[in-house]
């Protein structure tokens, strides 16, 4: 969450963590917009339904890039919704790629490309 609190134009927040692990996993199960209690054993938490519980820690800027994403690919027979739910993993993964110097150790597949750019 302190990544996405980071971004430019994200709310800011007072006071701790407004969210930690154990509660996003417990929204995960009982909010409208997941439902994972719901649904059977074994069913996979994606990126894109974690976005559906952060939301709202996100800039108006990128709320509106991805309501214009859904817009764009809401009628199209071959996307199977895939479109959106590509851009809101992105969108999450964003706020821990942009800046990985903030993190100690950078996921794998980046350490090379962020090892290069540094002085």
């Not at 996003?24 to 199960?29: G, R, V």
Request: net charge positive; with cysteine; charged share 25%.
């Amino acid at each position: 969450m302190s990544g996405i609190r980071l971004q430019p134009g994200a709310p800011r927040h007072y006071g701790g963590s407004n969210r930690t692990i154990i509660k996003q996993a417990y929204e995960m199960l009982v909010s409208d917009r997941t439902a994972f209690a719901k649904k059977p054993i074994g069913a996979l938490v994606t990126l894109d339904k974690v976005f559906e519980l952060v939301e709202g820690n996100l800039s108006n800027e990128k709320r509106t890039d991805i309501y214009q994403i859904a817009e764009r690919f809401k009628n199209d027979s071959e996307d199977h919704g895939w479109a959106l739910r590509v851009a809101k993993a992105i969108c999450l993964l964003e706020s821990f790629v942009i800046c990985p110097a903030r993190r100690p150790i950078s996921p794998p597949c980046w350490s090379m490309k962020w090892a290069r750019q540094r002085p």
